[in-house]
């Protein structure tokens, strides 16, 4: 499966941006989704994750109640809302699918993951 993120860009604090993970090539019903991202620096981190059939969500508590996460199985396409966004939010983040057939659940482990879109930036000046 090919994943394509949209939605980075410059915010500015406070403000909102809704980012969008489109994927092709198989049918994105039997995939768990997450979000991760990356600042200079740091290591990758887990920021939400949904699972396949978009019932059950989970988040990190650095953007619990700001980002949320929603799947469309028709439209093949994982949105996450971000809110209220802070300086600390800006980095790369990457979109990911990992095959689900068996469960329905959320997935935070990056190293579960097989399919990876490419990174985008999101910077948040304050």
């Known amino acids: 499966v090919q994943l394509q993120a949209c939605g980075g860009g410059l915010v500015q604090a406070g403000d909102y941006l809704r980012r969008s993970c489109a994927a092709s090539?198989?049918?994105?019903?039997?995939?768990?989704v997450g979000w991760f991202r990356q600042s200079p620096g740091r290591d990758r981190e887990f920021v939400a994750a949904i699972s396949r059939s978009g019932g059950d969500t989970g988040s990190s508590d650095s953007v619990k109640g700001r980002f949320t996460i929603s799947k469309d199985n028709t439209k093949n396409t994982v949105y996450l809302q971000m809110n209220s966004l802070k300086s600390e939010d800006t980095a790369v983040y990457y979109c990911?699918?990992?095959?689900?057939?068996?469960?329905?659940?959320?997935?935070?482990?990056?190293?579960?993951?097989?399919?990876w879109g490419q990174g985008t930036l999101v910077t948040v000046s304050s």
């Open positions: 990911a699918a990992r095959r689900a057939l068996y469960v329905d659940r959320w997935f935070s482990e990056g190293s579960g993951y097989d399919y």
């Open positions: 090539g198989r049918t994105f019903s039997s995939y768990a």
